[in-house]
């Protein structure tokens, strides 16, 4: 006699009515959103170089973090892994965090932010605005392994930017930040920039951007900026991918490892910048601008003048592109503060006098150490 056949059915569909209705209110409310912005800066009109920033700070929450924590809620509703009675948890320091209480609340579920002690207490208000609550840690590299045994304990999802950020978004389109990007330069008159800068947190951004040019065949560079104290630059330039470094004082960019979800292959340049240099990037950008912008705009906008420069001593042509990252409100008591930057022996003097000389010459020699 021939044995019978085996099946067993775990089909629950109570379960995947409540993922559907869960995708549906996800991207009900990216339909309400329209996109963000992309500022011209201004640069002298006689150098012939055109430098864009992408507003990401009027997302609902506030930062370029809001689209990764949309990609990974899909992400993790499409894979089974939410549950209409589970606790979302997220090792974070900050930014993701805020995003992430925000489309939890819109599920209807808890969140835990696993965050370093030392995130600024305008994130943290943040966080708890939206109805998350902060579990903190003293050691920054201790929020992997926190955020697994909370998981674990609570029965719940850890959503795990740093693994799953280079994936969760399709880097081929499908309204991508690159995409975006590409679209909102469609009639000016250097279409496809010369450079794309980015800085990297959990490395998504740069994966998704990188991947989109080369599947694109678009002859765009990418520039990483990387902030001292973090692990990416060292780990890029060596080969070592599994360096650890002190982490960074910018927070949201810059980690203490290599994340996996850093993609080093779609990079073609990467600069380090010290902390007085993001900090004095980032009021001269507001300044200049009129936008109010964070940290790590700052540190991208330091990337950004170094290759202007460049492009203006050969002679070129053509347009940059970076973003903002956030705005300067959650980091008045930090970034922001005098006081604050001289407890930390942080002097951005040099820097601003660099900066503000570019703007009146396009030469631009970093200030030494």
């Known amino acids: 006699?021939?044995?019978?056949?085996?099946?067993?059915?775990?089909?629950?569909?109570?379960?995947?009515?409540?993922?559907?209705?869960?995708?549906?209110?996800?991207?009900?409310?990216?339909?309400?959103?329209a996109d963000t912005h992309l500022h011209v800066f201004p640069l002298p009109p006689e150098w012939g170089i055109d430098l864009y920033l992408k507003d990401e700070s009027v997302h609902p929450t506030g930062s370029l973090k809001h689209r990764l924590a949309r990609s990974l809620f899909l992400y993790g509703l499409a894979n089974g892994w939410i549950k209409e009675d589970g606790t979302i948890i997220e090792a974070s320091s900050g930014s993701t965090a805020v995003s992430e209480a925000y489309f939890a609340r819109l599920l209807g579920l808890p969140f835990i932010a696993v965050i370093p002690?030392?995130?600024?207490?305008?994130?943290?208000?943040?966080?708890e605005f939206q109805g998350g609550r902060c579990h903190f840690v003293d050691d920054p590299s201790a929020i992997y392994a926190e955020s697994r045994r909370l998981a674990e304990e609570t029965g719940?999802?850890?959503m795990d930017q740093f693994t799953y950020a280079e994936r969760a978004t399709d880097w081929r389109g499908n309204n991508?930040?690159?995409?975006?990007?590409?679209?909102?330069?469609?009639?000016?008159?250097?279409?496809?920039p010369t450079w794309i800068v980015v800085s990297a947190g959990t490395g998504g951004t740069s994966a998704t951007i990188g991947r989109y040019l080369r599947y694109r065949?678009?002859?765009?560079?990418?520039?990483?900026?990387?902030?001292?104290?973090?692990?990416?630059?060292?780990?890029?330039t060596s080969g070592d991918f599994?360096?650890?470094?002190?982490?960074?004082?910018?927070?949201?960019?810059?980690?203490?490892?290599?994340?996996?979800?850093?993609?080093?292959?779609?990079?073609?340049?990467?600069?380090?910048?010290?902390?007085g240099a993001s900090i004095a990037a980032m009021r001269w950008t507001t300044e200049v601008s009129g936008r109010s912008v964070g940290g790590s705009t700052g540190t991208n906008m330091w990337g950004v003048v170094r290759l202007v420069?460049?492009?203006?001593?050969?002679?070129?042509?053509?347009?940059?592109?970076?973003?903002?990252?956030?705005?300067?409100?959650?980091?008045?008591?930090?970034?922001?503060?005098?006081?604050?930057?001289?407890?930390?022996?942080?002097?951005?003097?040099?820097y601003l006098k660099a900066l503000h000389a570019f703007l009146e010459t396009g030469e631009f020699p970093p200030p030494r150490p």
């Not at 044995?3 to 869960?22: G, H, Q």
């Not at 065949?217 to 890029?236: C, I, N």
């Not at 002190?246 to 990467?270: A, K, N, Q």
Request: proline share 7%.
């Open 176 to 192: 991508n930040i690159a995409e975006s990007i590409f679209s909102q330069l469609s009639l000016e008159r250097y279409p496809v």
């Open 217 to 236: 065949r678009l002859r765009t560079q990418m520039t990483v900026v990387d902030p001292e104290g973090s692990a990416f630059f060292d780990g890029w």
């Open 242 to 275: 599994g360096r650890t470094a002190p982490g960074s004082r910018i927070e949201g960019i810059g980690r203490p490892r290599v994340e996996p979800s850093f993609l080093p292959t779609v990079i073609d340049r990467m600069i380090q910048v010290p902390d």
């Open 117 to 127: 002690r030392t995130t600024s207490p305008e994130k943290i208000a943040l966080i």
């Open 309 to 350: 420069s460049e492009m203006l001593a050969r002679g070129e042509r053509g347009s940059v592109v970076t973003l903002i990252c956030d705005g300067g409100e959650r980091y008045a008591d930090t970034y922001g503060s005098d006081a604050w930057l001289a407890a930390k022996g942080i002097d951005i003097e040099p």
């Open 156 to 158: 719940g999802h850890f």
């Open 1 to 33: 006699m021939e044995p019978a056949d085996t099946v067993i059915d775990r089909c629950d569909p109570a379960c995947r009515a409540w993922s559907a209705e869960a995708v549906r209110r996800v991207e009900a409310d990216a339909n309400r959103s």
